[in-house]
Nanobody, 117 residues
Framework: EVQLVESGGGLVQPGGSLRLSCAASGFTFSSYTMSWVRQAPGKGLEWVSVINSGGGSTSYADSVKGRFTISRDNAKNTLYLQMNSLKPEDTAVYYC??????????WGQGTQVTVSS
């Protein structure tokens, strides 16, 4: 059974940092592209970042480029999202997702990130 469990969310002041983690199990983590997606209150899903199976290729949404860094530790079956210079508009539930053929096919339960003073 595929399981993705996010952690690391919380309340942070504008300009602060958080590091999200996603612990994966039930599949060969090192073989799959992984992604972070978020959903702000009252809005639809927004793709944030993606990383290939080996970790050597990454991509970011323009809204987070230069502030967020996606990474993975295939030995630990864990995906990360380092978020710096956080803004109130980054407030959202953050989900990690495993890619299937070309689109995500499994999602975690999400972790809440709130950026507020």
């Amino acid at each position: 059974e595929v399981q993705l469990v996010e952690s690391g969310g919380g309340l942070v002041q504008p300009g602060g940092s958080l590091r999200l983690s996603c612990a994966a199990s039930g599949f060969t983590f090192s073989s799959y592209t992984m992604s972070w997606v978020r959903q702000a209150p009252g809005k639809g899903l927004e793709w944030v970042s993606v990383i290939n199976s080996g970790g050597g290729s990454t991509s970011y949404a323009d809204s987070v480029k230069g502030r967020f860094t996606i990474s993975r530790d295939n030995a630990k079956n864990t995906l990360y999202l380092q978020m710096n210079s956080l803004k109130p508009e980054d407030t959202a539930v953050y989900y990690c997702a495993k890619y299937g053929d070309r689109v995500p096919d499994y999602w975690g339960q999400g972790t809440q990130v709130t950026v507020s003073s």
